[in-house]
């Protein structure tokens, strides 16, 4: 998978699919924020080029995390559990185009949704 592709695959294409059959934890404004955070972070790892860093990565982690956490609180704490999970795949994902392979929860350290 590439970037690109996975821009075209974000979790919150889903969440506006939801909203529309009446999931009330989505407005136009969350989803746009989400994406506004997610395209940043894709954005933040694409300009590490070719040769990225493990801390490089986990920085750009970091910030994509905190962002979230802070969108959550403003929006009503719109991230449940099955959103927690869809944008845990997409971070960690874009970390392993990125070059970044763990094991381990990547959000986790940093995450309060």
């Known amino acids: 998978m590439t970037f690109?592709?996975?821009t075209k695959n974000k979790p919150t294409l889903e969440w506006k699919q939801r909203m529309d059959?009446?999931?009330d934890l989505f407005t136009d404004e969350n989803i746009n924020a989400t994406n506004e955070v997610l395209d940043?972070?894709?954005?933040?790892?694409?300009?590490l080029k070719d040769n990225p860093t493990?801390?490089?990565v986990l920085e750009c982690v970091k910030k994509v995390v905190i962002s979230l956490n802070e969108l959550n609180e403003n929006y009503d704490y719109f991230i449940e559990t099955m959103e927690r999970e869809e944008l845990y795949?997409?971070?960690?994902?874009?970390?392993?185009i990125a070059g970044f392979v763990s094991e381990?929860?990547?959000?986790?350290e940093w995450r309060e949704w």
């Open 4 to 6: 690109e592709e996975l």
């Open 21 to 23: 059959e009446d999931d």
């Open 40 to 47: 940043s972070y894709i954005n933040s790892l694409k300009e």
């Open 54 to 56: 493990e801390e490089k």
């Open 89 to 96: 795949e997409f971070i960690t994902e874009a970390a392993r």
């Open 104 to 108: 381990e929860d990547i959000t986790e």
